[in-house]
């Protein structure tokens, strides 16, 4: 049995949106998954169509059939065996745990399970080594990601030295029918990341506000810009879709990167972020000042969610 109190509110900067984590990400890993064909017998279609209920729509076991999928379990295991691969390496300096133990798992997504035999979080609790807290985070759409990252960090500043693992899940199937124009993934994709707790002053930079449009999210995104160069030095790689570009957006940073992926959702920027980082798994990052980071940013119009996550480049 776990006992485990909420986690402590960082405190945000006066005049900001922009808090500082005390966490560095150590590694990434970007997976793709071919699914298989479900066998839904008459206790999945109970299970899903009560799922379907709760989002306010019809279950459709149609959609279903014929269509190869991939659990959350399924996509999540192998990115927990990258994840623990790493374990071998030093800890987080002045952490008292294990070195490179994983002691918290958060699951993320936007789209529910489309298998019901197994719970990911708690299948994961049972063959994760190191018996790690492992909890999920849905029902933000797209910046479901951010939130599970600020969580991690206020977790992991209380877990005496542990790593921390992310997983962005994207399933690429859904049991009911989406309006015209809903971003939807069209293949399962997910995405680690993992992380370990750091002196706040070289953490991660986020930046999360509720906004009413397209403008005021650019608006929000220059503004965290500023506060990343002021940190982080240059030079500042933006990774981002073109919803948060604007003129000033552009003119913030030294290189801009697509983050729309095509069949991508919650991995979309994520997926980005570790093509761009996967070359420096393992590197010490920069220092609070001079190195440059690289910024990943999230707009949601339907929940009127805009987020952002610097990260600073590794040191060479």
Excluded: N
């Amino acid at each position: 049995m776990y006992r485990a109190g909420p986690p402590a509110i960082a405190a945000v900067r006066a005049g900001t949106r922009t808090r500082s984590l005390p966490v560095r990400l150590v590694a990434t890993s970007d997976r793709e998954f071919r699914g298989t064909e479900r066998d839904y017998g008459p206790e999945a279609h109970t299970y899903l169509g009560a799922v379907a209920a709760g989002y306010g729509v019809t279950y459709d076991r149609d959609l279903l059939a014929g269509r190869r999928a991939t659990s959350l379990t399924d996509m999540a295991l192998p990115l927990l065996r990258d994840a623990e691969a790493l374990g071998s390496g030093p800890g987080p300096a002045g952490g008292a745990g294990p070195a490179g133990r994983i002691g918290h798992i958060l699951l993320a997504h936007a789209a529910p399970d489309c298998d019901a035999h197994l719970s990911a979080a708690c299948h994961l609790a049972y063959v994760a080594h190191g018996d790690p807290l492992v909890f999920s985070l849905s029902d933000q759409g797209t910046t479901v990601p951010f939130s599970a990252v600020r969580l991690m960090a206020e977790y992991l500043g209380r877990a005496d030295g542990e790593r921390g693992l992310v997983l962005v899940l994207d399933p690429g199937v859904l049991p009911w029918a989406v309006p015209p124009g809903t971003p939807t993934a069209d293949r399962d994709t997910a995405v680690g990341l993992l992380l370990e707790p750091a002196d706040p002053s070289d953490g991660l930079l986020l930046c999360q506000a509720a906004v009413p449009s397209a403008a005021a999210a650019q608006e929000v995104l220059t503004a965290h810009l500023a506060e990343v160069r002021a940190r982080f030095g240059g030079p500042v790689t933006l990774v981002a879709g073109d919803r948060l570009v604007s003129p000033a957006v552009s003119a913030a940073v030294d290189e801009r990167v697509d983050g729309d992926v095509v069949g991508r959702v919650c991995t979309s920027v994520w997926s980005v972020l570790h093509e761009l980082t996967a070359a420096d798994a393992g590197r010490t990052p920069g220092p609070g000042h001079g190195a440059g980071a690289v910024v990943v940013a999230a707009f949601d119009p339907d929940l009127g969610y805009v987020c952002a996550l610097a990260t600073p480049k590794a040191r060479r």
